[in-house]
């Protein structure tokens, strides 16, 4: 089955812990990138990558990082979380950039006391 | 920054009515895609409408698009309970650097 899937679903964290959430996608494609949601923010863009090894800032990029060793692969690392990081985060995939339809991860939903 | 703006931010209508949501945005744009989330969960792709179009259709849903007015809407036809969700434009911008940019979003309620 084609699909998006994200690692851990929920996670509960202290301030300073690093925590990688991972993102894997069994489709191919080309780009990846990681949104965070917030209530009445929308889906704001934190990082994406059009292929293996290109990584941009999104609108969101402080505090997080990313990496894209493998096609299939797009782990969000916090090296020192902080509570304004606690959130709804998605992964999202699609074949060629932001001309697709993208696809989603089921969300990572993260608390960082 | 925020392009797309959905409009109303929320709306509650009977089952069997038809519900009818608002996209603006202020760039000129190469496409804008609708997406559908059900609460706390993923979003799912609905429809996309290229700059040169004007309207697409998928099953029960129906998308328009003015670029002269820089906005688009989407309808819902013989709405059903399984409809209520929180539904997103997101563009992509001529200008965005492989960037989709997102509304807050208009959340439906389909009361049965």
């Known amino acids: 089955e084609a699909q998006v899937t994200q690692n851990p679903r929920y996670l509960i964290t202290v301030t300073g812990k690093k925590l990688t959430v991972t993102c894997s996608q069994n489709?191919?494609?080309?780009?990846m990138s990681w949104y965070r949601q917030d209530p009445g923010l929308g889906l704001r863009q934190i990082y994406y990558?059009?292929?293996?090894?290109?990584?941009d800032k999104g609108d969101v990029p402080e505090g997080y990082k990313v990496s894209r060793k493998e096609k299939r692969n797009f782990p969000l690392i916090l090296e020192s979380p902080s509570p304004n990081q606690t959130s709804l985060y998605f992964c999202?995939?699609?074949?060629?950039?932001?001309?697709?339809?993208?696809?989603f991860g089921p969300g990572t939903r993260l608390t960082v006391l | 920054s925020q392009q797309g703006e959905e409009d109303p931010q929320a709306l509650s209508i009977q089952e069997g009515e038809n519900a009818t949501m608002n996209c603006s945005y202020k760039?000129?744009?190469?496409?804008l895609q609708w997406y559908r989330q059900n609460s706390g969960r993923g979003l799912v792709h609905l429809i996309l409408?290229?700059?040169n179009e004007r309207e697409k259709h998928s099953g029960r849903l129906r998308v328009t698009l003015d670029t002269s007015k820089k906005s688009s809407s989407l309808l819902i036809t013989a709405s059903r309970a399984a409809d209520t969700a929180s539904y997103f434009c997101?563009?992509?911008?001529?200008?965005?650097?492989?960037?989709?940019?997102w509304g807050a979003g208009t959340k439906l309620i389909i009361k049965p």
């Open positions: 409408i290229r700059s």
């Open positions: 489709m191919n494609h080309e780009y």
């Open positions: 990558s059009m292929n293996v090894e290109v990584t």
């Open positions: 999202a995939s699609s074949p060629m950039g932001t001309y697709n339809e993208q696809f």
């Open positions: 997101a563009t992509d911008a001529m200008d965005s650097n492989y960037q989709l940019i």
């Open positions: 760039t000129s744009i190469n496409n």
